[in-house]
Every structure is written in structure tokens, then in C-alpha cells.
């Protein structure tokens, strides 16, 4: 029953398309085709054999579309593709929240609720010394230069 379904849904699909293609444009499409007038007065054109044609495709195609749909529900029995193969589902580890019910990161005690001022600094490594200590050395963090390729002259090339 539902190969018989599926080959009249395939067949009226492909009509629906060449009686479609077929039809003449109304002009609204992209500006092009050459929509006839109709009528004098009206401002509806006529139906023609092709558009009445076309309804009862459409009308058809959905029919059994819904039909399809409908054996395809009592086909199904509930279970899963993979019963069906005869494997299992693997069961996804049920863990709890590190954070609990609250879903802000934890903060620590001893942090200020507002951010620093602008001329404060923002950790506590950062403050400045004590006027009677030495400061410690800088250190440079800034990675020496690579050397440059063999057969470079360091400019950029020229057109």
C-alpha cells in the first residue's frame, strides 16, 4: 500500500513540475514574461486548462502527502532505530552541577564587590612600594626578534 502511495506521490511531483514550468508568466515574477491582460474590465485572467490543471495536481500531491504520513505513523511502533539493529544506546552520565543550583561562578571571600578605581590597582601584587624599599628589576616580557629568512632584505617587495 505505501509503494503504491509513494509511486503516485513521485508521478503527480513530477507533473506538478512540468505543468508549472509549462504555464505562461503574470508578469509579476522578476519583471519578465508577458502576462496577458484577461479581460477589458477585470483585472483577473482567465483560468486557463494549465492553472486548473495545476490545482488538482497540488491538491492531489498533498493528499498523498498526508496519506504518507499517516501509514508512516502506524508503522512506527514506538521503539528506536537502534532497537531495531538490535544495539544499544549508550546512557549519558547523569552528573550533578559543580556549582550546585547557582549557575554564577563562585567568588572569592575576600574580592571587592566593585571594580577598582581607575588610578587603583586592580590586584594587590600591583601596588606600589613603600617609599624607604627597593623596587623589584624589570624583567622584559617581550620575546626577542626572530632572525630573519635566508635571501630576505627585510623590505617589501616591489611591482
Known amino acids: 500500500m505505501e509503494n503504491v502511495v509513494l509511486t503516485i506521490h513521485l508521478i503527480l511531483a513530477l507533473c506538478l513540475i512540468g505543468v ?3 504555464q505562461r508568466s503574470e508578469g509579476g515574477g522578476l ?5 496577458g491582460g484577461g479581460g477589458v474590465m477585470s483585472g483577473r485572467a482567465a483560468a486557463t486548462a494549465l492553472t486548473k490543471l495545476t490545482w488538482i495536481f497540488a491538491v492531489c500531491f498533498i493528499v498523498t502527502s498526508v496519506t504518507l504520513t499517516l501509514l508512516a505513523a502506524q508503522k512506527s511502533s514506538g521503539a528506536s532505530v537502534i532497537d ?6 549508550p546512557k ?7 556549582l550546585g543550583k547557582d549557575l554564577l561562578p563562585p567568588t572569592p571571600s575576600d574580592a ?3 571594580p577598582p578605581r581607575a588610578d587603583q590597582p586592580a590586584t594587590p601584587d600591583a601596588t606600589p612600594a613603600a617609599p624607604g624599599t627597593p623596587a623589584p ?3 622584559p616580557e617581550t620575546a626577542p626578534a626572530a632572525p630573519a629568512p635566508a635571501g630576505s632584505t627585510g623590505t617589501a617587495p616591489s611591482n
Open 20 to 22: 508549472v514550468l509549462l
Open 31 to 35: 519583471g519578465m514574461g508577458g502576462g
Open 84 to 89: 531495531q539493529f538490535g544495539g544499544t544506546a
Open 92 to 98: 549519558a552520565p547523569v552528573q550533578e552541577a559543580p
Open 112 to 114: 571587592p564587590l566593585t
Open 137 to 139: 628589576a624589570a624583567t
